[in-house]
């Protein structure tokens, strides 16, 4: 170990890469990893991505090579759609090519590309608003039908917090894309979602049984003392760092800011 050397950006290359690795070297589905912490559940934990779909990029080109085809490749397919859904929101076709590119290559996205768990969520929340739009004025429940698989790949992508973030702003961009907007639709397009969840739940039900089962085991179950709820609360240094990093008014303290880095 050259001590005059770090290793790159603590998620991506202690976490991501060796986890995709191992994936990649024991056929993918297992259920525990005897590599990390001393042994750790694998399947079990959905940030594994161990049933999500385009995980085989690692299984063809390894975890090293396959990460960069990863991201790569959720960058095009999340531009592609998100122009997509945005023609299908009435928008020209220059808008629309301003807004993927700069949306696919802008800082959001850029910063989720270090956490591939929230990439690979996020990247198909345009797919979710081209069928709205698509079916707002139309059958809800054919939309609902269409919304299923996305929804499941999501659900295996490993971040159902983010997927759900994504669900709410894709709801809002279709029922406030005009003038139109009404409980009617709203009612419509909620309804659509019932149906895309559930088909969504159940085409993702291995991933689910899995971590449903894996959760009561976790110590986070028993609830979080308070020393260790204040280390990610919002004290007053923690604020000061989301706004002035460390290379421009250096903590005089020693302690490493990681919110400012992030």
């Known amino acids: 170990f050259d001590k005059d ?5 603590y998620d991506l290359s202690l976490e991501i890469v060796p986890k995709r690795a191992f994936w990649a070297d024991s056929g993918g589905f297992v259920l525990w990893n005897p590599y990390g912490f001393f042994g750790m559940p694998y399947s079990a ?7 999500y779909p385009l995980s ?23 531009m592609l759609l998100f122009y997509l859904a945005l023609r299908k929101l ?12 700069g949306f696919g290559l802008g800082g959001f996205f850029i910063s989720i590309t270090l956490l591939t768990i929230l990439l690979g969520t996020f990247t ?8 709205l739009a698509h ?22 992508a490993g971040e159902v917090q983010i997927a759900v973030m994504s669900w709410i702003l894709a709801l809002c961009m279709v029922l406030f894309s005009d003038d139109k907007y009404s409980w009617k639709r709203f009612f419509r397009l909620a309804g659509a979602f019932g149906i895309g969840a559930i088909g969504g739940i159940l085409l993702s039900a291995v991933q ?10 976790s110590e986070r179950a028993g609830g979080l003392n ?13 604020i000061l760092s989301l706004i002035l990093a460390n290379y421009i008014i250096p903590p005089d303290t020693g302690v490493v800011w990681s919110l400012g880095f992030f």
């Open 124 to 131: 198909w929340m345009p797919a979710i608003v081209l069928i």
């Open 45 to 51: 934990n959905p940030q594994s991505q161990a049933f």
């Open 208 to 217: 689910l049984f899995l971590t449903m089962e894996m959760i009561p085991l």
């Open 5 to 9: 050397k770090v290793l790159f950006l």
């Open 135 to 156: 079916y707002k004025e139309r059958s809800w429940i054919k939309a609902g039908f269409f919304m299923t698989p996305f929804i499941a790949l999501q659900i295996l």
């Open 56 to 78: 085989l990029i690692y299984k063809i080109f390894g975890a090293e090579r396959g990460v960069g085809y990863f991201i790569f490749l959720h960058h095009l397919i999340f």
């Open 226 to 238: 308070i020393d260790r709820i204040l280390i990610w609360s919002l004290k007053p240094q923690n």
């Open 90 to 101: 009435n928008k020209s076709a220059l808008v629309s090519m301003v807004m993927c590119v």
